[in-house]
T-cell receptor, first 114, second 113 residues
Framework: AQSVSQHNHHVILSEAASLELGCNYS??????LFWYVQYPGQHLQLLLK??????LVKGIKGFEAEFIKSKFSFNLRKPSVQWSDTAEYFC????????????FGKGTKLSVKP | EAQVTQNPRYLITVTGKKLTVTCSQN?????MSWYRQDPGLGLRQIYY???????DKGDVPEGYKVSRKEKRNFPLILESPSPNQTSLYFC????????????FGNGTRLTVT
């Protein structure tokens, strides 16, 4: 079965620190890749997406992610985090063979200390 | 305003009492989907619908039913809820399937005692 792994369950950083959250997915041919963010008490919102082309994609609020096909990875990065980035981050993968099935990782909770 | 609306936001019920969580979107999206979110497990897909009258099982469909009689509505039905269905439920929609960005509702927190 196809799967998505997020390596870190909980990450704690101080403001201005750099962030990298890992995401790996199992092989399954063509993929569309997403990062969603869930702020405390809110629903999920799209941070960024990769469909094709430039493997380095930029999203909202200064986030970016790099698709490395050979490593089946789609890591999320931000050079300098802010307290307002405290949230849970979910990586999600839609495999080309399925129009309807979107698989989420288990999420990484980010806590940023002011 | 483009949105996905779920009702109710909070629901406490007892084992075996049928309930329905409604979901409606105003973006004319073809695709709609239900997820449950549990601590440490992330989001797991329950059912999805590619279009009217077309529904399919996700990863955790047991104990749930759905219907898609109209494009805008995609209710989630629990015929006989059990305590292991206590969870946070999200409805989502997109233009075209799981490969398009999803718009999520605000969630329904269900407690089954």
């Amino acid at each position: 079965a196809q799967s998505v792994s997020q390596h870190n369950h909980h990450v704690i950083l101080s403001e201005a620190a750099s962030l990298e959250l890992g995401c790996n997915y199992s092989y399954g041919g063509t993929v569309n890749l997403f990062w969603y963010v869930q702020y405390p008490g809110q629903h999920l919102q799209l941070l960024l997406k990769y469909f094709s082309g430039d493997p380095l994609v930029k999203g909202i609020k200064g986030f970016e992610a790099e698709f490395i096909k050979s490593k089946f990875s789609f890591n999320l990065r931000k050079p300098s985090v802010q307290w307002s980035d405290t949230a849970e981050y979910f990586c999600a993968v839609a495999y080309g063979g399925s129009q309807g099935n979107l698989i989420f990782g288990k999420g990484t909770k980010l806590s940023v200390k002011p | 305003e483009a949105q996905v609306t779920q009702n109710p936001r909070y629901l406490i019920t007892v084992t075996g009492k049928k309930l329905t969580v409604t979901c409606s979107q105003n973006m004319n999206h073809e695709y709609m989907s239900w997820y449950r979110q549990d601590p440490g497990l992330g989001l797991r897909q329950i059912y999805y619908s590619m279009n009217v009258e077309v529904t399919d099982k996700g990863d955790v469909p047991e104990g749930y039913k759905v219907s898609r009689k109209e494009k805008r509505n995609f209710p989630l039905i629990l015929e006989s809820p059990s305590p292991n269905q206590t969870s946070l439920y999200f409805c989502a929609s997109s233009q075209q399937g799981a490969r398009s960005p999803l718009h999520f509702g605000n969630g329904t927190r269900l407690t089954v005692t």
